[in-house]
């Protein structure tokens, strides 16, 4: 069974763990699981449990743990800053961003986002990213802040060590810029909205040490370009492959 | 204006161009474009006009030819062959890889895809591209075959000197495999469908000559594997930079 549940550490009992929620219902109605599957069951802090299912309700089921494994972090930290874009493909960033591997996404606004901050954005997001997380096999799901102001990315940018910025203006090579890119690093993708970002902000971005570089000679879409400086990052610290 | 429109080449005459149509409306009604505004108009086969509006009618604009360019045929060949993927999905693949650059798309059939192959999906997904096109300047859209069965797709392989398949199970190091890809290659990138591959498939690949290469830990779904191998190839060839 390939797909992940996540539950709570509070569902788990000695040697059982309780599945409810729209997990069971999952579970029970749309994989329709039986008793004596296998399913592996994980809590966002990174413990696996390899489990048989005992039982199967109206409301839950019941699962016996025949192997408990505590997985170790990332090796690595790769934040996305994405200035907030519209609606589905926003969700599309996030979700793409999510199987490609970002330890965090921190969305905010910028001179011309468009898309007012709101509470209920940041829940969704993270429910697609927990979702995104069962579909790909990750275990700990990405940390996905509230969006924050431009003033406030600028802050929390001081802390990292190398920070690229998708930027159409820039004529440098890409693999100029990122080459010799070390694991060890404290990363920062930026990516703007569908407008982009004013001349002021690059300088901002680049008094802070970021690097702008270029996806190629077209215009790539804001979501289009979370998911390839992503992927090039993944790649480029030699994270394409099996086991890391 | 950043936006591009497509005509025909019938629709040139002498030193003016008449825009029809769609393009018309969305040039007129959604942008609001008005006379004297400079606009840039292309055909797919290359031919790049920059025009000034002299006259927005009610079915038809009509602009002034300023400048000819015709532009060269990209200097490269990444041909995507696409186990075809259900519904949007499908689009957003293909959407987004011509966003990237890719030159070629062939949508086929094989062991676990579960989409029936029809004609009018080639159609919209041609409609599609050359959206993309205009939205991100990119001059030649890709050519997106119809759908072709899993021995087509094998036969169309024979012709490529450089074949990467997204394939999940496998160990090696996506950047060891790719290293040294020449931008004179023939290339072709073979992503499977939301089902993957059957292994007797992936040997019949790799007879073919196709080097598997993983994407990562987690498992992607199929468009964000087509999308994040692309990238990769994009950027390795080093065409991730703003003039080439």
Same mark, same amino acid.
């Given at each position: 069974m390939a797909r992940r549940f996540f539950i709570n550490?509070?569902?788990?009992n000695n040697d059982y763990v309780t599945i409810t929620g729209s997990e069971h219902l999952h579970l029970s109605k749309?994989?329709?699981? +039986?008793?004596?599957d296998n399913i592996t069951v994980g809590t966002i802090d990174g413990l696996v449990l390899d489990c048989c299912i005992k039982e199967i309700n109206k409301n839950k089921t019941i699962a016996q743990i025949q192997q408990k494994i505590l997985m170790a972090k990332p090796n690595y930290n790769i934040t996305l800053f994405q200035a907030i874009i519209k609606g589905e493909r926003m969700e599309w960033a996030v979700e793409k961003c999510t199987e490609l591997g970002v330890t965090n996404i921190v969305p905010f606004t910028s001179s011309f986002t468009t898309v007012k901050a709101s509470d209920n954005k940041q829940a969704k997001l993270n429910r697609l990213a927990i979702e995104a997380c069962k579909q790909c096999g990750r275990v700990f799901p990405p940390v996905i802040d509230n969006v924050v102001s431009f003033n406030q990315c600028l802050n929390q940018l001081k802390s990292f060590s190398q920070i690229f910025l998708a930027y *159409?203006? *820039?004529?440098?090579?890409a693999k100029d810029v990122i +080459?010799?890119?070390?694991?060890n690093e404290n990363i920062a993708l930026i990516v703007g909205s569908e407008g982009g970002f004013s001349s002021e902000e690059v300088e901002k971005f680049k008094n802070l040490g970021a690097k702008c570089l270029s996806l190629g000679k077209n215009i790539l879409r804001a979501e289009t370009s979370a998911v390839a400086l992503s992927s090039v990052i993944m790649y480029e610290l030699n994270l394409w492959k099996k086991d890391f």
């Open positions: 550490e509070s569902d788990i749309v994989l329709r699981c +039986k008793i004596g *159409e203006n *820039e004529n440098s090579s +080459k010799g890119l070390n694991i």
